[in-house]
């Protein structure tokens, strides 16, 4: 499987992520999403993949993602 790369925006937050064949690791700038230091977030984060149901286990996301505040970077990552 090639790698998918897909970005997202909100405010001054810009996310982009990396879709790879995997084990169902989410991470933000290189750091597993359940360290994410803020729990609303995270929780907006993972709504997407939860709906997703098992497919998420087979693949690793990685997110990098850069400006805005805490609220607009969860928001970025989700619509990437």
Do not use: C, H, W
């Amino acid at each position: 499987m090639k790698a998918i790369v897909a970005s997202g925006k909100r405010k001054t937050a810009v996310a982009r992520a990396t879709l790879t064949k995997g084990r169902g690791v989410v991470r933000i700038n290189s750091v597993p999403v359940e360290i994410y230091p803020f729990e609303l977030g995270r929780l907006k984060i993972l709504e997407p993949l939860k709906l997703a149901g098992k497919k998420v286990d087979t693949i690793d996301i990685d997110v990098n993602v850069q400006g805005g505040g805490v609220m607009g970077q969860a928001d970025a990552v989700r619509t990437a």
